[in-house]
């Protein structure tokens, strides 16, 4: 038995958005802040263009301190994850903020070595 049209709406929309890789996400929040793949890079922990690369084409898989910091910068890390938004897109991108927020991670990295 089909359930209601709101819920048959909602697992086709689930699985839609599953079908689109992190990767792809990832690439699809970079653009939309208009930045390249190095601009963005140098925003992160790993700093490398080749390193974002490798996240966008899914050969590897971004890491909680890479996700934090890239949502300081702007990016919309749920839809990212999961493929969904739950509130409208995210504020533009704000170097100076992301800035703090890695001058602040790097501190406190530094403080428990």
Do not use: C, W
């Given at each position: 038995?089909?359930?209601?049209?709101?819920?048959?709406?909602?697992?086709?929309?689930?699985?839609?958005?599953?079908?689109v890789s992190i990767g792809t996400r990832l690439r699809?929040?970079?653009?939309?802040?208009?930045?390249?793949?190095?601009?963005?890079?140098?925003?992160?922990?790993?700093?490398?263009?080749?390193?974002?690369?490798?996240?966008?084409?899914?050969?590897?898989?971004?890491?909680?301190?890479?996700?934090?910091?890239?949502?300081?910068?702007?990016?919309?890390?749920?839809?990212?994850?999961?493929?969904?938004?739950?509130?409208?897109?995210p504020a533009a991108f704000n170097p100076i903020l992301?800035?703090?927020?890695?001058?602040?991670?790097?501190t406190a990295l530094r403080g428990k070595r």
């Amino acid at each position: 038995m089909l359930g209601s049209m709101e819920t048959n709406v909602s697992i086709v929309k689930h699985l839609m958005a599953a079908s689109v890789s992190i990767g792809t996400r990832l690439r699809e929040e970079r653009e939309r802040l208009g930045l390249n793949q190095e601009a963005f890079a140098q925003m992160t922990p790993s700093g490398t263009r080749q390193s974002q690369s490798n996240y966008e084409k899914d050969a590897r898989s971004p890491d909680a301190r890479y996700l934090a910091t890239i949502a300081a910068a702007g990016v919309d890390v749920l839809y990212v994850i999961t493929g969904e938004r739950k509130t409208a897109a995210p504020a533009a991108f704000n170097p100076i903020l992301l800035r703090q927020v890695v001058e602040g991670a790097e501190t406190a990295l530094r403080g428990k070595r």
